[in-house]
Structures are given as structure tokens and as C-alpha cells.
């Protein structure tokens, strides 16, 4: 074809939106596709070539762009219904053999349509003309649908090159190019939001143009096109579901609601048997459906033709369409893939259903880190309606807890017990998690939280991930009271139970044993439990969870008493921004952590940081009055931060750089101290460097020296 004539063709189409079936083959014909052509030309070792696709993928035209392009003799037939009788298609098949088979030159013969043949006599004639082919020869077959020949010989012995749905299907560049040639002037967002649509189906692609250029004046919304648009219903009707039997085209509709197709949901949903069968046959036909495994166990819908399906489905059998979403939710759930279980009770408008399944995944999903999926969730739901549940608005409490807003979680969990109380419900679960929530942001005194918690616990059944949550607070709030060994019971008990159900949990309460082991100048089991602490926020990637800042004033602290002063100093600068995230969270929270953080400041000699934090610190507890451990907390470190702004030597050392300076005296070496120290060699190192420095020391000798002066090694000798 001539460049004016492909110009004069683009022009006349370009103006010409009303038949969808005007133009497609000359459209499809104007996009080049050269890399299927070189495809085919390198293949010229195999006697068969196969290009299989349903209709609407430019199979005709590449086999022209394919004939224009090789260097050897080309005959193409376009078969016809009379060539399915085995006289007639031999004798069409040796005219054309004679026309281009000359003096050992390679050539091809290309057979259109050939799903034409049905017959086993023709299908049996044209196997023979295959293998009776001299070696300077090739067939190509191009058909919709798989032929009944000896492929599977032929695929073993590597004698067929094939090209399939996916092999044909447009590039994304194609795709512009094909929207180009119609007429539309699309942004890059538009021809992506199409491409996916249409996952580069050529004729789908088309009609799509037609379809937003059949819009006079009204602007284009890409994202709006499907497989319910007329043009694209209409041609789906006509090339797939025309002619098929009355139970073909219910089984079609009925499985439309899926995404993957299996005999058994199938069977179960659409409750017949048998369907396993019927899929295998439908794949092997000129249907856009695809399987999805070698095993022919697995198929899907080409999404435009199953929202076609789905349509005519809505349209002629509305009721039953509802019935079908809500056995295809139950069928989900049973095998808990939730996502579809979820997806399926939506769209048969099971509100209720949904949001059982929604606040039974909240627990699990967030305490892995998957907030987005229950954001997802959620957001299909206005917030009426979410007002309206209990279980949506515990949901959404909980996943703004997670996000760090405090203010938003409060008022979503008072909404989920007007809804609890208003719908006079008996469901002990729920009412464990408005305990959970009401320990979580407690209004009544750290007392109330550790009552709240423990009676949740007893509700919650022993597998609920929130019954590790109870122990948390019920732990945390007894060591906020100053009952350190209640505490170590019940934290430790959340960590085994978190360990299992719920990580994020279990991360609280490693933080919470931490505090409580360095409370006890226990380093060494501080060190131990916060890196277990640490394995689990890396594993299940929980460290962007602003409630997790807790986890980062553990860490702080902890490697700023070990001496680990560069990596004690990022965590401090993480856990800071990240408690500046935080909006509304409970007192108890915010003055702990900040206690805390001040007291990692302390150790790496940061003072006006820390009293800054410990003024902001007394704000919170002030405002509690049963909280004597975290008012003991808040008066030690005003008083480590008071020594130090007034040059106090002793608190100029910290706890872990005494124990160090214990050791100089002596003849051992820094690799012995650190085992009897149960550290590191170069944490040794760095505390040894840490004391010279602090009492301007110049050797191990000189700092011993000036110890001593200074009081800070009385009665101690090693030998």
C-alpha cells in the first residue's frame, strides 16, 4: 500500500464514527508491527507457524505486513465453510503448492481462517499436507481457536512456532499509535488508562476510539470506557456470543462475576457440576478466555469481554446476579482469600457482610503492616454508612490509631458504641474491641486502662490477635503504677501471644520490657529483648507506623547505653519526627516516650534536648495522677539533666561507660573486659574512648588517674 492511499484511508476512517465494524481491518492494517514480522521471518526452520487469537487481533494483517516483508514466495487462502470437506481442501491446497513450490526456492503458504475446519476428514488432510511438506517449505495456520492437529507431537520435536493473544496484543506505543490513526489526541494518563482496559487488544482499542471520539463536545474520560459501551457490546455480540447455546451463554454470564475461573468455585457458585469440563472447551474455542496454568486448571475472561458478559448478566438476571456475589463472598471466605470474599459481598450490596469480613481482617492485616488494604476497604464505604456499623467504625478507629491520629480514632470508636448500643447488640468480640479501644485512648486513668484490658482479654477467644494487645496495656499500665514484676508477667505473656497473631503487638511489648529492664540496670536484657523487637518491625516492614516512634526511643536508649553513639543518634532524630506525627494519642504514651527519648539525649550529651523534652514530657504526666512509676521517671531524669547542665562528673559517665571505667584499673585487655561485660570488644572501645574524652584523659593510666580524683572509682580494684 502506497503512503497517499494509507493517508486517503486514515482520513476517511478518521471521519466515520458509526459503524464499529467500518474500517477495523484497514485501521489494524495501518499500524506496523515490526517485530512480529521479524519474528516470523526467523522462524523460517519450523514446517508450521501458528497464530492463534480470538477475532479483533489483526491476525489478517500481520500476515500481509509478513508477506510484504519476507524474501521468500508467499500464497495466502482465506478458507471458506466448503473447504471443510477433505477433497475439496486437498485439491485448493496442491493448486497453491504448485503455484509457488519451484526448484527447491523456500516458500510459504499462508491459511487464513482456518478454524473453518471442523471435520475430522479435513482436519486429518491438511495434518498430512503438513508432514508431507518438503523441507523448503512452511505452513502457517491463522485461526481463532486451538486446531484439532498433533500439536503436541509437534511441540516436542520443536516443529511449530507459535504466536498467541499475547504475542499479537498491541504495545503500549502501538496502542497510541492506533488511537493516533483514528483521530484522538489523548494524554499520556488517558492512553495508559486504556491500555490497561484493553490490555492492547487491537480491535477493543478501536472501538474505544470510536467511542470517545463518538462524543461530540463532551471531553474525554478514558477511565470511563468498558466492555458495557455499546460499540464494544455490540461487537462482542457479534463476534463471540452469536449462534452460542442458550446454556453456554448462561454459564458465560454466570462465571462473568469471577476473576479466575476454576471447575470447582464455578460448580460451587453457580451450584451444578461439570464445570471444569466446560471451561476446557470454551478455552479451546474462539472465546477471548485464556488459561492461566499449563494444567488447564485455571482460565480468565478478557476483562472488557467479561464486563460485556457482566452486563448482560445484570440485564437479564438481576436477581440471581446478587445471589451468585453473595456465594462467591461465602466461597472466598472459606478459603480466606478476603480481598474477593470482600469485593463479592459489596457488589451484591451485603453491606453487612462486608463489614463482618472488613473488622475481622482489621486486627490481622494491621498488626502485619497492610493498613492500605484496610484503608482500601474502607474507603468504598461513605462515612454514613460507616456510622451506621459497629464493626466499620471500630475498623476505622483502629486504622487511625495506626496512621497516628489519636483525635480521629477517639471519635470513631464513640461511634462504634452508639452503633453497638443503638442495634442493642450481644457480641462479646465487639465489646473486647471497645475495651481494647477504650485501654488503648483511656479518659479514665491508667487504673481504668489496665482493668479495661484484662476484662477484654477474658472476651476476646484465645486466637483473636487483640487479646496480645490486652496484655500489652495491662502490662504497660501496671508498670506505669511502679509494679515492675505484675508488669514483666504480663508483657511477657503479650510478646509470646503478639509473636504468633500479632507482630506489631508483640513490638509494644518488647519496647515496654525494655524500659522496664534498663529501669532495673538490666543492659544486657534490654540489648536482648529490644533486638527481638527490631527482627519483627524489619520482617514485617512496620517501621513507618507513627505509633511504632515507641519502638525507635527503645532503640535509642538502648544503643546509647551500649555506647553505639551514631546509631543511637539517628534513632533519636527518627523517633522525634516521628512523635511530632502523632495527633491526640494518650498521655501515658506521649510522656513515656518522651522521658525516655530525653534520657537517650542525656547519653549522647545532648542537654538542651533533653530538657526540652522533659518539659514537654511533664505536660502529660501532670495531667495523671495515678501514674507514680511514670512521675518517678519523669523526676529521675530532671534530675540526671539538672547534674548535668551543673557539671556533676559522675552523671557526666553513663551507666554502661562506669561499669566500663571499673574495668581500666586492671591489666585486662578491652577484648577481656568485653567478656566479662557480656558486650562487644569495640563497644569496650568506644566507652573506653567515651571516658577519656568526658574526664580529659590522654591514656587508660591518665583516665584511672582521674577517676579516682574525681571519686568515681572508690573501693574498686581488679586484678
Same mark, same amino acid.
Given at each position: 500500500?502506497?503512503?497517499?492511499?494509507?493517508?486517503?484511508?486514515?482520513?476517511?476512517?478518521?471521519?466515520?464514527?458509526?459503524?464499529?465494524?467500518?474500517?477495523?481491518?484497514?485501521?489494524?492494517?495501518?499500524?506496523?508491527?515490526? $517485530?512480529?514480522?521479524?519474528?516470523?521471518?526467523?522462524?523460517?526452520?519450523?514446517?508450521?507457524?501458528?497464530?492463534?487469537?480470538?477475532?479483533?487481533?489483526?491476525?489478517?494483517?500481520?500476515?500481509?505486513?509478513?508477506?510484504?516483508?519476507?524474501?521468500?514466495?508467499?500464497?495466502?487462502?482465506?478458507?471458506?465453510?466448503?473447504?471443510?470437506?477433505?477433497?475439496?481442501?486437498?485439491?485448493?491446497?496442491?493448486?497453491?503448492?504448485?503455484?509457488?513450490?519451484?526448484?527447491?526456492?523456500?516458500?510459504?503458504?499462508?491459511?487464513?481462517?482456518?478454524?473453518?475446519?471442523?471435520?475430522?476428514?479435513?482436519?486429518?488432510?491438511?495434518?498430512?499436507?503438513?508432514?508431507?511438506?518438503?523441507?523448503?517449505?512452511?505452513?502457517?495456520?491463522?485461526?481463532?481457536?486451538?486446531? &484439532?492437529?498433533?500439536?503436541?507431537?509437534?511441540?516436542?520435536?520443536?516443529?511449530?512456532?507459535?504466536?498467541?493473544?499475547?504475542?499479537?496484543?498491541?504495545?503500549?506505543?502501538?496502542?497510541?499509535?492506533?488511537?493516533?490513526?483514528?483521530?484522538? #489526541?489523548?494524554?499520556?494518563?488517558?492512553?495508559?488508562?486504556?491500555?490497561?482496559?484493553?490490555?492492547?487488544?487491537?480491535?477493543?482499542?478501536?472501538?474505544?476510539?470510536?467511542?470517545?471520539?463518538? =462524543?461530540?463536545?463532551?471531553?474525554?474520560?478514558?477511565?470511563?470506557?468498558?466492555?458495557?459501551?455499546?460499540?464494544?457490546?455490540?461487537?462482542?455480540?457479534?463476534?463471540?456470543?452469536?449462534?452460542?447455546?442458550?446454556?453456554?451463554?448462561?454459564?458465560?454470564?454466570?462465571?462473568?462475576?469471577?476473576?479466575?475461573?476454576?471447575?470447582?468455585?464455578?460448580?460451587?457458585?453457580?451450584?451444578?457440576?461439570?464445570?471444569? #469440563?466446560?471451561?476446557? +472447551?470454551?478455552?479451546?474455542?474462539?472465546?477471548?478466555?485464556?488459561?492461566?496454568?499449563?494444567?488447564?486448571?485455571?482460565?480468565?475472561?478478557?476483562?472488557? *469481554?467479561?464486563?460485556?458478559?457482566?452486563?448482560?448478566?445484570?440485564?437479564?438476571?438481576?436477581?440471581? +446476579?446478587?445471589?451468585?456475589?453473595?456465594?462467591?463472598?461465602?466461597?472466598?471466605?472459606?478459603?480466606?482469600?478476603?480481598?474477593?470474599?470482600?469485593?463479592?459481598?459489596?457488589?451484591?450490596? !451485603?453491606?453487612?457482610?462486608?463489614?463482618?469480613?472488613?473488622?475481622?481482617?482489621?486486627?490481622?492485616?494491621?498488626?502485619?503492616?497492610?493498613?492500605?488494604?484496610?484503608?482500601?476497604?474502607?474507603?468504598? *464505604?461513605?462515612?454514613?454508612?460507616?456510622?451506621?456499623?459497629?464493626?466499620?467504625?471500630? %475498623?476505622? %478507629?483502629?486504622?487511625?490509631?495506626?496512621?497516628?491520629?489519636?483525635?480521629?480514632?477517639?471519635?470513631?470508636?464513640?461511634?462504634?458504641?452508639?452503633?453497638?448500643?443503638?442495634?442493642?447488640?450481644?457480641?462479646?468480640?465487639?465489646?473486647?474491641?471497645?475495651?481494647?479501644?477504650?485501654?488503648?485512648?483511656?479518659?479514665?486513668?491508667?487504673?481504668?486502662?489496665?482493668?479495661?484490658?484484662?476484662? &477484654?482479654? +477474658?472476651?476476646?477467644?484465645?486466637?483473636?490477635?487483640?487479646?496480645?494487645?490486652?496484655?500489652?496495656?495491662?502490662?504497660?499500665?501496671?508498670?506505669?503504677?511502679?509494679?515492675?514484676?505484675?508488669?514483666?508477667?504480663?508483657?511477657?505473656?503479650?510478646?509470646?501471644?503478639?509473636?504468633?497473631?500479632?507482630?506489631?503487638?508483640?513490638?509494644?511489648?518488647?519496647?515496654?520490657?525494655?524500659?522496664?529492664?534498663?529501669?532495673?540496670?538490666?543492659?544486657?536484657?534490654?540489648?536482648?529483648?529490644?533486638?527481638?523487637?527490631?527482627? $519483627?518491625?524489619?520482617?514485617?516492614?512496620?517501621?513507618?507506623?507513627?505509633?511504632?516512634?515507641? *519502638?525507635?526511643?527503645?532503640?535509642?536508649?538502648?544503643?546509647?547505653?551500649?555506647?553505639?553513639?551514631?546509631?543511637?543518634?539517628?534513632?533519636?532524630?527518627?523517633?522525634?519526627?516521628?512523635?511530632?506525627?502523632?495527633?491526640?494519642?494518650?498521655?501515658?504514651?506521649?510522656?513515656?516516650?518522651?522521658?525516655?527519648?530525653?534520657?537517650?539525649?542525656?547519653?549522647?550529651?545532648?542537654?538542651?534536648?533533653?530538657?526540652?523534652?522533659?518539659?514537654?514530657?511533664?505536660?502529660?504526666?501532670?495531667?495523671?495522677?495515678?501514674?507514680?512509676?511514670?512521675?518517678?521517671?519523669?523526676?529521675?531524669?530532671?534530675?540526671?539533666?539538672?547534674?548535668?547542665?551543673?557539671?556533676? !562528673?559522675?552523671?557526666?559517665?553513663?551507666?554502661?561507660?562506669?561499669?566500663?571505667?571499673?574495668?581500666?584499673?586492671?591489666?585486662?585487655?578491652?577484648?577481656?573486659?568485653?567478656?566479662?561485660?557480656?558486650?562487644?570488644?569495640?563497644?569496650?572501645?568506644?566507652?573506653?574512648?567515651?571516658?577519656? =574524652?568526658?574526664?580529659?584523659?590522654?591514656?587508660?593510666?591518665?583516665?584511672?588517674?582521674?577517676?579516682?580524683?574525681?571519686?568515681?572509682?572508690?573501693?574498686?580494684?581488679?586484678?
Amino acid at each position: 500500500m502506497t503512503s497517499t492511499s494509507r493517508e486517503a484511508d486514515v482520513s476517511a476512517l478518521t471521519h466515520d464514527h458509526t459503524a464499529p465494524d467500518v474500517g477495523l481491518s484497514h485501521h489494524l492494517a495501518l499500524i506496523p508491527r515490526p $517485530q512480529l514480522v521479524t519474528r516470523l521471518r526467523e522462524a523460517n526452520g519450523y514446517p508450521l507457524v501458528l497464530i492463534t487469537a480470538p477475532a479483533g487481533y489483526a491476525k489478517s494483517s500481520l500476515l500481509t505486513q509478513w508477506a510484504e516483508e519476507d524474501e521468500r514466495r508467499f500464497a495466502l487462502i482465506t478458507l471458506e465453510s466448503s473447504d471443510d470437506q477433505p477433497s475439496h481442501l486437498l485439491n485448493r491446497l496442491v493448486r497453491t503448492l504448485d503455484s509457488v513450490s519451484s526448484r527447491g526456492r523456500p516458500f510459504v503458504i499462508a491459511i487464513d481462517e482456518a478454524d473453518a475446519l471442523r471435520t475430522k476428514g479435513a482436519l486429518a488432510a491438511l495434518g498430512n499436507s503438513i508432514a508431507s511438506l518438503p523441507p523448503e517449505g512452511q505452513i502457517a495456520l491463522v485461526s481463532r481457536r486451538e486446531l &484439532a492437529l498433533p500439536l503436541g507431537r509437534m511441540r516436542a520435536h520443536r516443529q511449530v512456532f507459535e504466536l498467541t493473544r499475547r504475542d499479537l496484543a498491541m504495545s503500549r506505543t502501538e496502542s497510541e499509535g492506533l488511537l493516533r490513526a483514528i483521530g484522538l #489526541r489523548l494524554t499520556s494518563d488517558e492512553v495508559e488508562a486504556l491500555y490497561e482496559r484493553t490490555e492492547g487488544w487491537p480491535a477493543a482499542l478501536y472501538l474505544a476510539g470510536l467511542a470517545l471520539g463518538d =462524543r461530540d463536545g463532551t471531553a474525554v474520560d478514558a477511565t470511563q470506557f468498558g466492555g458495557d459501551d455499546r460499540f464494544v457490546a455490540d461487537y462482542m455480540r457479534d463476534e463471540f456470543l452469536a449462534g452460542i447455546s442458550v446454556a453456554r451463554l448462561r454459564f458465560l454470564m454466570r462465571t462473568s462475576i469471577l476473576e479466575d475461573l476454576a471447575g470447582k468455585i464455578c460448580d460451587d457458585v453457580l451450584e451444578r457440576s461439570g464445570s471444569g #469440563r466446560v471451561l476446557r +472447551e470454551l478455552a479451546r474455542s474462539k472465546l477471548p478466555l485464556e488459561p492461566l496454568d499449563h494444567a488447564d486448571g485455571t482460565y480468565r475472561y478478557h476483562p472488557l *469481554f467479561k464486563q460485556t458478559l457482566a452486563s448482560e448478566l445484570h440485564r437479564r438476571e438481576p436477581e440471581l +446476579e446478587s445471589k451468585l456475589h453473595r456465594r462467591a463472598s461465602a466461597w472466598y471466605a472459606e478459603h480466606e482469600r478476603f480481598e474477593q470474599a470482600i469485593d463479592h459481598a459489596t457488589a451484591a450490596g !451485603d453491606d453487612k457482610h462486608a463489614a463482618e469480613l472488613i473488622w475481622a481482617r482489621a486486627a490481622p492485616y494491621l498488626s502485619v503492616g497492610h493498613r492500605d488494604d484496610l484503608r482500601r476497604w474502607l474507603d468504598r *464505604f461513605s462515612d454514613r454508612k460507616v456510622a451506621r456499623s459497629a464493626h466499620l467504625a471500630l %475498623a476505622t %478507629a483502629h486504622l487511625y490509631l495506626a496512621l497516628g491520629d489519636g483525635d480521629l480514632a477517639a471519635h470513631w470508636t464513640s461511634v462504634a458504641r452508639e452503633a453497638f448500643d443503638e442495634a442493642a447488640m450481644d457480641d462479646s468480640d465487639l465489646e473486647a474491641d471497645l475495651l481494647i479501644l477504650r485501654a488503648t485512648l483511656p479518659g479514665h486513668g491508667i487504673g481504668q486502662m489496665g482493668l479495661d484490658a484484662i476484662r &477484654a482479654g +477474658e472476651l476476646h477467644p484465645p486466637e483473636s490477635p487483640w487479646r496480645a494487645m490486652s496484655y500489652f496495656y495491662a502490662g504497660a499500665s501496671r508498670h506505669l503504677a511502679d509494679d515492675t514484676a505484675g508488669a514483666k508477667e504480663l508483657l511477657e505473656e503479650g510478646a509470646r501471644k503478639g509473636s504468633a497473631t500479632a507482630p506489631i503487638v508483640q513490638v509494644f511489648c518488647l519496647v515496654q520490657l525494655t524500659f522496664l529492664h534498663l529501669d532495673r540496670d538490666d543492659l544486657e536484657d534490654a540489648l536482648r529483648v529490644v533486638a527481638q523487637a527490631r527482627e $519483627q518491625l524489619e520482617r514485617f516492614q512496620l517501621g513507618e507506623y507513627p505509633i511504632l516512634a515507641f *519502638f525507635f526511643v527503645a532503640s535509642a536508649l538502648t544503643r546509647a547505653h551500649d555506647g553505639r553513639i551514631e546509631e543511637a543518634a539517628a534513632d533519636r532524630n527518627r523517633a522525634k519526627k516521628m512523635l511530632e506525627g502523632l495527633d491526640g494519642f494518650p498521655d501515658w504514651y506521649q510522656g513515656e516516650a518522651r522521658i525516655h527519648l530525653a534520657r537517650a539525649c542525656l547519653l549522647l550529651d545532648d542537654s538542651p534536648a533533653a530538657t526540652e523534652l522533659l518539659d514537654e514530657a511533664a505536660e502529660f504526666t501532670n495531667r495523671l495522677d495515678d501514674a507514680p512509676g511514670l512521675t518517678r521517671w519523669l523526676s529521675e531524669a530532671g534530675s540526671a539533666a539538672a547534674a548535668m547542665a551543673g557539671g556533676d !562528673d559522675r552523671s557526666e559517665l553513663t551507666p554502661a561507660e562506669l561499669r566500663t571505667l571499673r574495668f581500666l584499673p586492671s591489666h585486662l585487655s578491652f577484648r577481656e573486659i568485653a567478656e566479662q561485660s557480656f558486650v562487644s570488644a569495640n563497644t569496650v572501645k568506644t566507652q573506653a574512648q567515651a571516658i577519656y =574524652r568526658k574526664l580529659d584523659a590522654t591514656s587508660r593510666g591518665e583516665a584511672v588517674e582521674r577517676a579516682r580524683d574525681r571519686g568515681l572509682l572508690q573501693d574498686v580494684s581488679h586484678g
